[in-house]
């Protein structure tokens, strides 16, 4: 290899490791690091690495992976099940926001062309800052959650047409009206011939492959299939990364999407971070300097008119102040698709340095305080109380408690869905009075007019479920769908209720032991309590005692479903929930010359690396936890439990020491 090559990856990748680390311990988005390596590797910073054709190249195939990704999560009927005033917030913030954008392009003197795709850059914001905070902030699930989720998705389908748009700006920044006609009537029919092509096509070759039982095969095809996809949109005169979206929406449809997300991850992470890098190149600091006014300007613009714009909107279409400030705090700045679409029309040389050292500022800038500002926005919120928030807040924390009033040792239900309501229909046999929370009004207008103690409420705030009355309730059921949400009621009902008995229902055991640390009683994942009652009514028909199928069903939860939490993992479509699940069992054989030959089980120190060590089979007789002093010998299987990391880790200490 080139020595100067060399040195120049040296160069990228240990500023790359240290910048991320950094912004990993300080809990900042991967993307603001990528964005400073490029600024201090590129040639306007320490000019380590220069702006070269190859590494264009390799950065565009990370946006090919990045909408690729897109079209895997995309779901039409998710989409078609929103709300449909949250679509139209959705609708109206792109096209508002894209035509004031552009009108403001074309008054600086910009062409209409390069406008457009401006007003479509300044449209959208950061899926991966968005998500990643409300996310850690458990608030993907509450309203102002869930619409901006929406908005943004609406956001990232809506990037194509503009990214069609970029691809046919000429160097004057215009696009002929005939070209750009003749690409927008053909870019219908070639989105159909791939969406067809991957049906009939894409998808019985990566099930043949799949068959073949090589996972090294099948990684191969996956990549086959997103580069040839971006080849024949680009061939037919569309933007790559549009094929790209098209395959990986048809893939997403099938049941190798898990797996096809596990394989591209990879390269998708490491040259998405070229590109972003490669966007940080073109940032020249002593430009931005220089401009700093109307850098700053651009950023304050953007920050404070789209979240304006979404607060309206959001009131337009129905959303309460306070859930309408907080979607448009989430989504007041900028994001990775602005960038990709500025980069387009600054690499066709539409605009001049100047403006695109301006616009790249004002982005980036505005991403930079995207964290804050979605970190805070319930706190934001609540200090911007003359728009009536805390005031809506306060009277439905009074609605809550005038239902409550009078209820003495009642169960508090929330989430009022089909779990919900049966809990309480079982609690009515009792005559055991009951309190349920929903956030559903159809839902809880319905139950209420046929008589049921429901309430519109989010169990997530403390204030609901204090006035709920959960210090003097008796127990407490939680059976919403999100995790997320369901911790949060967890944590507020336990420093509400410290003694008070929580009952948690969850789709999976991916948080289980989280519930249980923040209080949680007793949690009951959905498909391990349904694999245990199979499981005991096929004892109890194999005629084993009634009590002895009770004892070992109780032993099973009293042990946190351990037995049942850890199985082999496939590529089934049976399987639907395998990617949910963390901990597996692998199974190892032991070859001659592995290193564990001859070695007691103490000497692995597999408990060190994370994993238990379920059995050993030997000689067709399994040994279920063997002791420590046992030696092992060539031939013997070891079935390991564990996190697949920590499966990996073990493995290759198990065969190489």
């Not at 009952?503 to 994942?525: F, I, K, N």
């Not at 590529?571 to 032991?590: C, F, K, S």
């Not at 001659?592 to 120190?605: K, P």
């Amino acid at each position: 290899m080139n020595g100067h090559v060399l040195a120049q990856l040296l160069a990228l990748l240990g500023t790359a490791v240290a910048v991320l680390a950094g912004f990993r311990a300080l809990r900042l988005p991967a993307v603001l690091g990528y964005l400073l390596v490029g600024l201090l590797v590129g040639p306007h910073g320490l000019g380590w690495l220069p702006d070269t054709e190859l590494t264009r190249t390799l950065a565009e195939l990370g946006v090919v992976f990045l909408l690729f990704t897109v079209g895997l999560e995309f779901s039409l009927p998710e989409l078609l099940a929103q709300s449909r005033a949250t679509a139209v917030l959705g609708a109206l913030q792109i096209l508002v926001t894209a035509a004031l954008g552009a009108a403001v392009a074309v008054a600086f003197g910009l062409p209409w062309g390069v406008a457009a795709v401006l007003g479509g850059a300044v449209a959208m914001s950061s899926t991966a800052i968005v998500v990643r905070q409300l996310g850690e902030h458990l608030e993907l699930g509450t309203r102002h959650g869930r619409a901006a989720v929406a908005v943004l998705l609406l956001q990232d389908l809506a990037t194509l047409p503009f990214l069609v748009l970029a691809s046919r700006l000429g160097g004057a920044g215009t696009a002929a009206g005939a070209d750009l006609v003749q690409a927008l009537a053909v870019a219908p029919l070639v989105v159909a011939g791939l969406y067809l092509g991957g049906r009939w096509v894409a998808q019985p070759f990566l099930a043949w492959v799949g068959g073949r039982g090589s996972g090294e095969l099948f990684m191969l095809a996956a990549i086959l299939v997103v580069i040839a996809a971006a080849g024949l949109a680009g061939q037919a005169g569309l933007s790559a990364p549009l094929g790209a979206f098209v395959a990986g929406m048809v893939l997403g449809e099938t049941e190798f999407r898990h797996q096809v997300e596990e394989d591209i991850r990879p390269f998708r992470d490491v040259l998405l971070g070229l590109f972003f890098a490669t966007i940080g190149m073109l940032v020249d600091p002593r430009a931005v300097l220089a401009h700093a006014g109307p850098v700053l300007a651009l950023a304050a613009a953007l920050v404070a008119g789209k979240g304006l714009l979404v607060l309206l909107l959001g009131r337009l279409v129905g959303q309460e102040w306070g859930v309408a400030l907080r979607t448009g705090l989430c989504l007041a700045h900028a994001g990775e698709f602005g960038l990709l679409l500025v980069s387009q029309v600054i690499g066709r040389g539409a605009l001049s340095p100047a403006a695109g050292q301006v616009l790249l500022g004002g982005i980036v800038l505005s991403m930079a305080a995207a964290p804050v500002l979605v970190h805070y926005n319930g706190v934001l919120a609540r200090r911007l109380g003359f728009l009536g928030y805390a005031r809506a807040l306060r009277a439905r924390e009074e609605g809550v408690a005038a239902e409550a009033r009078g209820l003495e040792g009642h169960v508090v239900i929330a989430g009022y869905g089909r779990i919900g309501q049966n809990v309480v229909r079982l609690l009515e046999e009792d005559d055991i009075p009951c309190l349920a929370l929903d956030l559903d009004p159809g839902r809880v207008r319905e139950a209420r007019e046929a008589g049921d103690r429901v309430v519109y409420g989010d169990a997530t705030r403390e204030g609901i479920l204090r006035a709920a009355g959960i210090a003097r309730a008796r127990l407490l059921v939680v059976s919403f769908a999100d995790d997320a949400a369901a911790l949060r009621t967890v944590e507020h009902a336990r420093r509400l209720a410290p003694e008070m008995p929580i009952v948690v229902r969850t789709r999976d055991d991916r948080h289980l032991e989280a519930l249980l640390a923040a209080g949680a009683t007793e949690v009951l994942p959905e498909g391990l309590e349904t694999s245990l009652m199979i499981g005991a009514q096929v004892l109890l028909l194999l005629g084993v005692p009634d009590s002895e199928v009770t004892r070992r069903i109780a032993a099973v939860r009293a042990d946190d479903y351990r037995l049942l939490r850890r199985f082999f993992h496939g590529h089934d479509a049976d399987e639907p929930g395998r990617g949910a699940y963390l901990a597996r069992l692998h199974a190892v054989p032991l070859p001659a010359r592995a290193w564990a030959v001859g070695r007691t089980i103490e000497e692995l120190g597999l408990e060190r690396l994370g994993v238990e060590l379920i059995a050993v089979r030997r000689g067709g007789i399994k040994v279920p936890a063997p002791a420590l002093d046992t030696r092992l010998r060539e031939g013997d299987v070891l079935i390991l439990g564990g996190e697949p990391e920590a499966l990996e880790r073990a493995e290759s200490r198990i065969l190489q020491g």
